[in-house]
């Protein structure tokens, strides 16, 4: 299956998982991998292809293209039918912005992740400047694509009782975070990809960011210096080129070891 013919995913995610199952091969061996948002289950064939025992799930598991692979039926918000600490690797790919409840989904991925389990999380990236300046503008993820409106704001799929919500739920790298950090999953990278043009053109307002950044830090500390790591990993994040840079959010969680 040709890259471009993949339905479901962006470039950007399916460049990303190529290169991490090339490069992690041998440690991905053996490995539970749950893929929750499969779709045509290309990401899913990549860590099958590495020996990982790969579960394909998806609200239309019709649409796998990889028979061999074992694929089920979920749906994200509701409770998983996955038992606790089964997952080694959970994958949503391209997915989390069309979630209205995240709290409750990031609950159930840390209940089903084995301790020092991975998460790999890739959704657009509204922390980019590009982003934020589309928000200042339209409200909407790019300035020359309006918000869902009441009329594509819910997608029926044709044939079946099921659907999905649009991309009216999308959230920066600081709600993802938090949402995660409550649940017992922290950041453990922050992936680079694909840079756009129009946030290194807005990189002019990059001392301003780091300003107010730097000065919110100093007043969090001086009122609760015990929370110091927790602040200076939001000033990093907030500082962060990488994130005002990149066009997608590729981040990888690690489930805290201790409940």
């Known amino acids: 299956m040709d890259i471009n013919d993949i339905p479901h995913s962006r470039g950007n995610a399916i460049k990303f998982f190529k290169a991490l199952t090339d490069t992690r091969r041998d440690t991905l061996r053996g490995k539970k991998v749950y893929d929750l948002s499969a779709g045509s289950g290309y990401i899913a064939n990549l860590f099958y292809e590495c020996g990982s025992n790969v579960k394909a799930l998806d609200l239309f598991p019709e649409h796998n293209q990889f028979k061999h692979l074992d694929t089920g039926k979920i749906d994200l918000s509701k409770d998983f039918d996955i038992g606790d600490s089964m997952a080694d690797i959970v994958i949503l790919s391209e997915t989390f912005e069309h979630l209205p409840d995240q709290y409750h989904f990031f609950?159930?991925?840390?209940r089903i992740l084995d301790k020092?389990?991975?998460f790999i999380l890739t959704t657009p990236n509204p922390s980019s400047l590009r982003s934020r300046f589309?928000?200042?503008?339209?409200e909407s993820e790019h300035y020359?694509?309006?918000l869902p409106d009441e009329t594509n704001a819910y997608v029926q799929w044709p044939g079946t009782g099921n659907g999905y919500f649009n991309k009216i739920f999308i959230s920066g790298i600081l709600r993802i975070r938090v949402l995660a950090a409550i649940n017992g999953l922290k950041i453990k990278t922050i992936h680079q990809s694909e840079v756009t043009s129009t946030s290194v053109l807005l990189m002019i307002f990059y001392p301003l960011i780091w300003f107010f950044s730097l000065k919110n830090y100093r007043k969090q500390i001086k009122e609760h210096i015990e929370n110091k790591h927790i602040y200076k990993q939001i000033y990093d994040i907030n500082t962060s080129v990488k994130i005002l840079l990149s066009k997608h959010l590729i981040i990888e969680?690690?489930?805290?070891?201790s409940p």
């Open 116 to 118: 020092k389990g991975l």
């Open 107 to 110: 609950k159930e991925v840390s």
């Open 144 to 146: 020359s694509n309006p």
């Open 134 to 138: 589309s928000q200042f503008v339209t």
């Open 253 to 257: 969680f690690e489930k805290n070891e």
